[in-house]
């Protein structure tokens, strides 16, 4: 029997764990991709128990993992640097962070080895319900399944008609890398993620391997010289002093800063065309969530079709999906969202508002249910 054929636009994390997990499945896949190579938008990646499990599941975990940051903790700190928060990295539930070229390396390769044909520098500038993109070249190409996996922006979703809103919040962030030194760390900062608040100002501080660590720099877009560019490092200077030896290596590496996106939709598929991701579920970044779920998201959708012989049942397998997955990924958006509405308190406030509700088991319990959640298709550890 011939094999099931599918196109996805878009080679990001959430793309090419999606065709990775069709290929594997038998499916014939083609990643179309607008950079003329595919490239990583951002520095470090924060990946959960439930994104670990999916790269195991693709077997990309070895290389996506090689020489990760394993954290002990993950820890908050008021304007004053006290400790607000210091979440411990519990055993069965792992997080560790990476650079998210070496993430996308590993997708890139496990694709490779499932014979995904990966086409870069085309842009896709729409789809139909009849698994048809279509290209800006001109021309378009159909196959028994269409993957929308183009991020925010999606034209997938829009030209499909699915999108019921797309929110750009008022806050984002400057990502960027240092390289690391010795010293960086006082010996009560070594081994944990450490996030510090001043005013509306964020600065997340992770180290991804032993010789880089990824900083984000986050305010509202009001905040003109928290925004700017390049990197106004007197500014952050002044709001986070403790951190200046990092602020002062700002530079070497490319630096993207933006507003934060949130999309709804009012279905994840039109007939034989899916979306994926942040084209259908981009959510702010707080939990460090939206990569997680746009793997996990993609390799639920690529079981869902398993049982798929003929592209005629192929509508109704993606219905299955995204009612089964749903509700774990709304709730993250929720979540998400949530979390960051504590920016804009004034600092006491929000200083007793986050260990209130981090010490209430339950609300601990919301945080961390993406984490805790075990995705379609992996295998629980142990
Ligand atoms: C500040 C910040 C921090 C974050 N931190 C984390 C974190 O720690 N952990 C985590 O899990 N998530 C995090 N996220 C979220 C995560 O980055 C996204 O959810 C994730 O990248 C979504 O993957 P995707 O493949 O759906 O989209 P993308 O990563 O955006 O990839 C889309 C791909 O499609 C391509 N493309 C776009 N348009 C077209 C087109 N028209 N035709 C062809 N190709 C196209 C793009 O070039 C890109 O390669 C963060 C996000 C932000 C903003």
């Not at 998210?100 to 694709?111: D, E, F, G, P, T």
């Not at 010293?183 to 180290?207: H, M, Q, S």
């Not at 700002?250 to 598929?269: H, K, L, Q």
Request: aromatic letters at 8%.
């Amino acid at each position: 029997m011939a094999k099931l054929t599918a196109i996805v636009a878009g080679g990001g994390i959430g793309g090419l764990a999606t065709a990775a997990a069709l290929a594997q499945r038998g499916w014939a896949v083609t990643v179309y991709e607008r950079q003329d190579e595919l490239r990583a938008v951002g520095a470090g990646i924060y990946i959960w128990e439930n994104g670990l499990r999916v790269l195991e599941a693709l077997g990309a975990f070895t290389q996506a993992t090689e020489n990760a940051f394993h954290g002990t903790h993950f820890e908050q700190r008021d304007n004053h640097g006290a400790i607000i928060d210091s979440a411990p990295v519990a055993g069965g539930n792992r997080l560790l962070t990476v650079p998210r070229s070496q993430l996308l390396a590993a997708l890139k390769h496990i694709c490779e080895q499932a014979d995904v044909k990966i086409v870069t520098s085309t842009e896709v500038i729409g789809a139909n319900a009849r698994g048809e993109l279509y290209f800006a070249s001109g021309g378009s190409h159909t196959a028994d399944l269409a993957v929308g996996v183009d991020g925010v922006w999606s034209k997938v979703r829009e030209t499909l008609g699915l999108e019921r809103s797309h929110e750009q919040t008022t806050e984002g962030a400057i990502r960027t890398m240092v390289s690391a030194a010795a010293g960086d760390f006082g010996p009560a900062d070594v081994g944990k993620y450490i996030e510090c608040w001043n005013g509306a100002r964020r600065f997340l501080v992770t180290p991804v391997n032993s010789e880089q660590t990824y900083l984000a720099l986050t305010c509202p877009d009001t905040d003109a010289p928290g925004c700017e560019m390049p990197v106004n490092k007197a500014a952050w200077r002044d709001s986070f002093p403790q951190w200046e030896h990092l602020i002062e290596r700002i530079g070497e590496f490319p630096i993207n800063w933006g507003v934060y996106s949130v999309t709804r939709c009012s279905a994840w598929s039109a007939g034989r065309t899916a979306i994926v991701g942040d084209a259908a579920h981009a959510q702010t970044p707080n939990l460090g969530q939206g990569g997680g779920m746009a793997m996990q998201n993609g390799l639920a959708m690529a079981v869902a079709l398993e049982a798929v012989k003929d592209r005629r049942d192929i509508p109704d397998a993606l219905e299955q999906w995204e009612e089964s997955e749903r509700d774990i990924v709304e709730h993250c958006q929720r979540w998400a969202s949530l979390y960051g509405e504590v920016t804009y308190l004034p600092d006491e406030v929000r200083t007793r508002t986050i260990r209130g509700a981090m010490s209430d088991p339950w609300v601990a319990g919301q945080v961390f249910r993406a984490a805790n959640h075990a995705p379609i298709g992996t295998v629980p550890p142990g």
